[in-house]
Structure formats: C-alpha cells, structure tokens
C-alpha cells in the first residue's frame, strides 16, 4: 500500500482511540467465554461487532452483553434482499437499539435508498453502513467468481458513489482501497475497515489486510479487529496495544496538521 498526501478531512474525524476498535465476537459458541472476552476489553474497546454466527446462535440477548458495559452495538447482518424486505429488517433492527448496521451495496441503488429511509424514520437513528466487497474476495474471485472486469478498486468505488447517492450512513471497505475511495467520500461518511492486522500478525483468511495505524492515516474512522485480539493470550493486553498505536498514530496526525 502507498503513500500519498493525507487529505486535511482525516484530521477532521479524529476521536479517541478506544473508539476506533470494533471488536468482532464472532468465534465462540460459549455465552460465558464472550462475557468474560467482553469484560476483559471493555476498557480498551468501543464498539463491539455481532455478526450472523453470534446473532443466530445466541438471539437478541446477546446484546444485552455489550450494553452492560456501555459500548455502542454494531450489529453486522448484513441485509441483502428486495427493497421492502430490506427496509422491514431495517426497522426491526433499530428497534434493538443499535448504533451501527449493515447493508450490502451490492443489492443497488433503490434497495439501499429504502433501508435509509427506513433508518430515518426510527426514533432512535442507528448508522447503516454499505458493505462494498468482503475482503475474502481478491482481483481473481472478482473477476472469475463474479464476473466484474473491473479493477477491486475501480468496483469498491463504483459502489461507494451509489451509497453516498443513496443517502446511507457510511461505507464498510479494505483498507486497500482507503486511498482509492475515501477522496471520494463527504467528510462526515464513516468509513469502517476490516480485515485489520497488527505489523507480524497473521491474517488468516484475509486477502486485503492493513495495519491499524495505516488505515487511521488514511480515512478509516472505525477498524473492525477480531482474532488478533480474540485469539491472543492476553486479549486485554492485545487490545490494549493496538490503542497505544492508534493513540500514537492521531497524535502524530494532529502534530502533523
């Protein structure tokens, strides 16, 4: 990944660093194991992630679990369904009481401009967020799997400037593509980034992967981090480093501008 100037909008989305870590719980089938990781975390994380494994095995319930520790919900379900579907899963979803949720660009322009719709009707207004493309899929599986010739970065902007037209909240992209999309972006749009991976770490099933201070430098304003905090000996202490280095990176930022 390159270089390249730090457009003057990045400092404008600085914030503390706990809040930049969305943990993912998405690899245990113990209730007691995720209390005890959530706890372990609390003081390092701010946002915690519920996907479709924890969400269908454990239900609504589970987040109950966050709440308890006062950090914001993201919960990542990923809608992908006719417009109206969409719109009525919505509108269930913010009923949990969520902070952010997730839809996939790829269901188009008219699917998506329904689920903001949705959103902006509910009393309690979550963030919705578009996934663009997962980051198991690389240039081959693009174009041989789904038939796009376009470049990985050509098709996640493409499908950026439908979101920002449909009026969603923000954007879920790689890190990889950070430097192509987010020039693109209004300032305000969150830019949430997965596939993320501390300098040495391994990255698993992850074709697309950044580190936490890269991707901060370059426009992410929320990293969705899992197994290199959930898998580590210490779970506290991994999350713990990775705000040292994110804390180390916004300040350089602020120092810079």
């Given at each position: 990944?390159g270089?390249?100037?730090?457009?003057?909008?990045?400092?404008?989305?600085?914030?503390?660093?706990?809040?930049?870590?969305?943990?993912?719980?998405?690899?245990?089938?113990d209730?007691?194991?995720?209390?005890?990781?959530?706890?372990?975390?609390?003081?390092?994380?701010?946002?915690?992630?519920?996907?479709?494994?924890?969400?269908?095995?454990?239900?609504?319930?589970?987040?109950?679990?966050?709440?308890?520790?006062?950090?914001?919900?993201?919960?990542?379900?990923?809608?992908?369904?006719?417009?109206?579907?969409?719109?009525?899963?919505?509108?269930?979803?913010?009923?949990?009481?969520?902070?952010?949720?997730?839809?996939?660009?790829?269901?188009?322009?008219?699917?998506?401009?329904?689920?903001?719709?949705a959103?902006?009707k509910?009393?309690?207004?979550?963030?919705?967020?578009?996934?663009?493309?997962?980051?198991?899929?690389d240039?081959?599986?693009?174009?041989?799997?789904?038939?796009?010739?376009?470049?990985?970065?050509?098709?996640?902007?493409?499908?950026?400037?439908?979101?920002?037209?449909?009026?969603?909240?923000?954007?879920v992209?790689?890190?990889?593509?950070?430097?192509?999309?987010?020039?693109?972006?209004?300032?305000?749009f969150?830019?949430?980034t997965?596939?993320?991976?501390?300098?040495?770490?391994?990255?698993?099933?992850?074709?697309?992967?950044a580190?936490?201070?890269?991707?901060?430098?370059?426009?992410?304003?929320?990293?969705?981090?899992?197994?290199?905090?959930?898998?580590?000996?210490?779970?506290?202490k991994?999350?713990?480093?990775?705000?040292?280095?994110?804390?180390?990176?916004?300040?350089?930022?602020?120092?810079?501008?």
């Open positions: 990944m270089g390249g100037t730090r457009p003057i909008y990045y400092i404008m989305i600085m914030k503390n660093a706990p809040d930049y870590i969305a943990l993912a719980l998405d690899n245990s089938n209730i007691d194991a995720l209390k005890a990781l959530i706890t372990k975390t609390a003081t390092s994380v701010g946002v915690y992630k519920l996907g479709l494994e924890q969400f269908t095995r454990f239900g609504p319930g589970i987040l109950d679990i966050v709440r308890s520790v006062g950090r914001k919900i993201f919960l990542d379900l990923k809608f992908h369904d006719i417009p109206n579907t969409v719109a009525k899963a919505v509108e269930a979803a913010c009923g949990l009481g969520v902070d952010y949720m997730t839809i996939h660009t790829q269901g188009g322009a008219e699917m998506m401009r329904a689920a903001a719709e959103v902006a509910a009393p309690r207004r979550p963030k919705i967020l578009g996934v663009t493309l997962l980051t198991s899929i240039q081959s599986m693009l174009n041989r799997d789904l038939a796009v010739r376009m470049k990985t970065d050509e098709y996640v902007l493409h499908l950026a400037q439908r979101a920002v037209e449909a009026g969603i909240d923000g954007l992209c790689s890190a990889a593509d950070l430097e192509a999309v987010r020039p693109s972006l209004p300032t305000s969150e830019v949430v997965p596939g993320i991976r501390p300098a040495g770490a391994d990255v698993n099933d992850q074709k697309r992967v580190t936490p201070s890269w991707a901060v430098k370059n426009g992410a304003t929320l990293l969705v981090i899992g197994r290199p905090i959930t898998g580590a000996d210490d779970p506290g991994a999350a713990a480093d990775i705000v040292n280095e994110i804390t180390d990176t916004v300040k350089k930022i602020k120092g810079a501008g």
